[in-house]
């Protein structure tokens, strides 16, 4: 079983060969945020506007059939990909923050009320804590969180004291976009279960790089965003099980949405459509599919043990420093794609921008996870997140880059 050939991977992503700067290579280690499209994405999107451009929706010319035919399909390409059951489990939306949205309003507007309660956990992305938080004020319902440890795992023996029968929804991120740490979905699934409440993972952070199967995980709903996972910006996907999506009132109304409209009412379009209103995103939807061909084509296996092998590189380089601070599981514990930190005296953003001027993309700041920083004491930290394409070389880079920052700082 061979490993991913990074410099033949680097070659289908155009982006790879730009400079920053005066002439410096690019070193892209900001992929938790957004990753790269290769050739093969972008050329399906190009495709599309240059030959079948056309609003969907089975207009009755060629160009809308065919745009039809294409926009709908892509739902059956991510439902393989993930292990759903069709294109029904599949609703295309615009980013994770929305599939969280439609969960939290859609179906928690029906579900939740005093004396009900959600689980969240203290690693949450803001994508789910706001949402969840929001609807709870609205409905009187209760919020409670899951503590994480010492290691940046969340307390599972707490986590079966809070998910009681009160509970109707469990929200957990599968990979934490900070942390790095991979939960125990199909764990937590279970306790949900249990008593009878639903789970909605938050897999922005884990699709893009370890195979998922929703089947499997038994989650009842699961969110993620195409920008994550070498696909278009513009695109989200929620998964929902099919009863379940079936038995919810929409989330958004209008075109495209209903089967039929008097000047009184309506009734709604069959699954996904139902949860999709007005024109769809067309052109991204296209190029999500070819993303999801591109990882396959790949192997998720292969990304998975890419991914492992750079960050526990990164991690254990990171680590191995007196003036870093590692985030997060220990070396060796299994994490996904990327290592938070900070370095003695620096400042994450400063530390980004010297490291911009050494060419290296990383992210600080907060990462859309305040209540997490607060739990760990910080304002805010550096985050190096990595994709198919980045090297070990790419960090080495990485760590010099921290030497100049320690001496522009002494
Ligand atoms: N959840 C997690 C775990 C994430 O990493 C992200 C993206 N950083 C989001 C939610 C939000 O994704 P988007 O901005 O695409 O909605």
Redesign the pocket.
């Known amino acids: 079983h061979q490993g991913l050939d990074v410099e033949a991977v680097r070659a289908d992503f155009p982006i790879l060969s730009r400079t920053v700067g005066e002439d410096t290579p690019l070193v892209y280690l900001d992929n938790?945020?957004t990753t790269q499209s290769p050739t093969s994405v972008i050329e399906a999107m190009n495709e599309y506007y240059r030959t079948y451009n056309a609003n969907v929706h089975r207009g009755i010319h060629q160009l809308s059939m065919e745009a039809s035919i294409e926009y709908e399909e892509a739902h059956d390409r991510i439902a393989r990909f993930i292990g759903a059951a069709g294109r029904e489990e599949i609703v295309f939306t615009k980013?994770?923050?929305?599939s969280m949205n439609l969960v939290a309003q859609a179906w928690g507007r029906e579900h939740l009320e005093p004396g009900t309660a959600v689980v969240l956990t203290e690693m949450d992305?803001h994508?789910?804590l706001v949402p969840w938080t929001q609807m709870a004020e609205r409905t009187g319902a209760e919020v409670r969180h899951i503590p994480i440890d010492d290691h940046g795992r969340l307390d599972l023996e707490r986590a079966a004291e809070l998910i009681d029968d009160d509970v109707e929804m469990v929200s957990v991120?599968h990979?934490?976009?900070t942390l790095g740490t991979v939960n125990p979905l199909s764990t937590l699934a279970d306790m949900a279960h249990e008593h009878d409440a639903l789970i909605l993972g938050?897999g922005?952070?884990a699709v893009p790089n370890r195979p998922v199967d929703v089947a499997a995980l038994d989650v009842d709903f699961y969110a993620f965003?195409g920008?994550?996972m070498a696909g278009p910006t513009g695109i989200?996907v929620l998964y929902g099980r099919e009863s379940l999506l079936e038995s919810m009132v929409p989330f958004q109304f209008g075109g495209g949405m209903i089967e039929r409209v008097t000047l009184d009412g309506a009734t709604w379009a069959e699954l996904p459509w139902k949860f999709e209103a007005g024109t769809p995103p067309i052109a991204e939807g296209v190029g999500l599919a070819e993303a999801a061909d591109y990882l396959d084509h790949l192997g998720m296996d292969r990304v998975q043990a890419h991914e492992e092998q750079i960050t526990q590189y990164a991690h254990e380089r990171l680590a191995e420093r007196d003036d870093v601070t590692v985030y997060g599981p220990p070396p060796g514990e299994d994490r996904g794609g990327l290592v938070s930190f900070t370095l003695d005296g620096v400042h994450p953003h400063d530390l980004s921008s010297i490291l911009n001027e050494a060419g290296v993309a990383v992210r600080a700041g907060d990462?859309?996870t305040q209540p997490l920083h607060d739990c760990l004491g910080i304002p805010a930290s550096a985050r190096a997140s990595f994709y198919v394409y980045n090297s070990t070389e790419e960090v080495d880079v990485l760590l010099e880059g921290l030497d100049t920052a320690r001496e522009i700082f002494a």
């Not at 980013?95 to 929305?98: A, L, V």
């Open positions: 938790a945020a980013n994770t923050t929305e992305h994508a789910s991120p990979v934490s976009n938050d922005a952070q965003s920008h994550k989200g990462h859309c």
